[in-house]
């Protein structure tokens, strides 16, 4: 009922407010409607549904509470189109790792800000940073962020990975070099790359 969603959606606000990485935390029952979030004032999305999204479908289906989905970096227009990297899980009943499904928890992690802090902070001497775009890729390369801001979420780069996981080649008077993520514990990652186009210096 209003009372339990408005409940929810003040402990939602809660971790919000202690952990900066996100742009909001939907609650979503069975059926994909989302009952609460965390900061309905800034996206009020109550009553929408998430039912067509695959984070949404892939979180229902999990085996255990153990188990979660993540979906490609996207686009949200319920979240005013900013882009964003959504986790999620089944909400079970009793909280148990084997209860039964009764909804799903939607994590929006603030991507934007979150990559460009990543791909800024490559150290690099005043000359390289001049000559060398750095790039956050996709399993398919597209572009997820880079230090020009140009591409992000539109261009995809021909990488040539024939090196394997990590490797480097010139393509004309640039050097390319990359390395493939590796996750991180048990997380497998998402086979991510990262990405350094850098032109020769000048003589």
């Not at 999204?53 to 979180?59: E, L, P, Q, S, V």
């Not at 080649?169 to 640039?174: L, S, T, V, W």
């Amino acid at each position: 009922d209003a009372a339990k969603a408005d409940h929810a959606g003040r402990r939602l606000k809660v971790i919000l407010d202690a952990y900066t990485v996100y742009l909001d935390l939907w609650i979503c029952d069975r059926a994909g409607t989302i009952v609460a979030n965390g900061r309905p004032d800034r996206y009020p999305v109550r009553g929408q549904s998430a039912r067509e999204m695959a984070w949404f479908r892939d979180a229902l289906a999990t085996k255990s509470g153990d188990d979660f989905a993540v979906a490609d970096i996207a686009r949200l227009e319920a979240l005013n189109g900013a882009p964003t990297a959504t986790y999620a899980t089944a909400i079970r009943q009793g909280g148990l790792a084997n209860g039964a499904v009764i909804g799903v928890l939607g994590v929006h992690f603030d991507w934007q800000a979150q990559a460009q802090t990543v791909v800024d902070g490559v150290r690099l001497t005043p000359d390289e940073k001049a000559r060398t775009r750095v790039l956050l890729l996709d399993q398919t390369h597209r572009v997820l962020a880079a230090s020009d801001g140009v591409g992000v979420l539109s261009e995809t780069v021909k990488l040539d990975v024939a090196g394997g996981v990590m490797g480097s080649y010139a393509k004309g008077d640039r050097t390319v070099g990359y390395a493939r993520t590796p996750g991180y514990e048990t997380y497998q990652g998402l086979g991510w790359y990262g990405c350094l186009v850098q032109d020769a210096a000048a003589i």
